[in-house]
Nanobody, 120 residues
Framework: QVQLAESGGGLVQAGGSLRLSCAAS????????MGWYRQAPGKQRELVAQ???????NYADSVKGRFTISRDSAKNTVYLQMNSLKPEDTAVYYC??????????????WGQGTQVTVSS
């Protein structure tokens, strides 16, 4: 079993910054893609950013230039640095990981989510 634990959410004023962290633990052989998604009230969950094991990144157009995703593979941890936050960034942010576990079984795991609220 694999678990993802997120931290770093909170309340911030527009223009401010937050850093989210997500640590994966359990019977992990290798983690492929790690990413962050978000879901605002009344909206569908959407991709925010992804990073591969090789360090290639992909961002939603709405966050390009403001958010930076990074990972520490040795710690099985992914980060999301969020700068110049806007009220429209308000959402629950979910960590996601494509994991090959110790049994060599591949599956996708989700964290429980962390609330980010940006006040205007």
């Amino acid at each position: 079993q694999v678990q993802l634990a997120e931290s770093g959410g909170g309340l911030v004023q527009a223009g401010g910054s937050l850093r989210l962290s997500c640590a994966a633990s359990g019977n992990i052989f290798r983690i492929n893609v790690m990413g962050w998604y978000r879901q605002a009230p009344g909206k569908q969950r959407e991709l925010v950013a992804q990073i591969t094991g090789g360090g290639s990144t992909n961002y939603a157009d709405s966050v390009k230039g403001r958010f930076t995703i990074s990972r520490d593979s040795a710690k099985n941890t992914v980060y999301l640095q969020m700068n110049s936050l806007k009220p429209e960034d308000t959402a629950v942010y979910y960590c996601n990981a494509d994991v090959l576990d110790a049994r060599r079984v591949r599956d996708v795991y989700w964290g429980q989510g962390t609330q980010v609220t940006v006040s205007s």
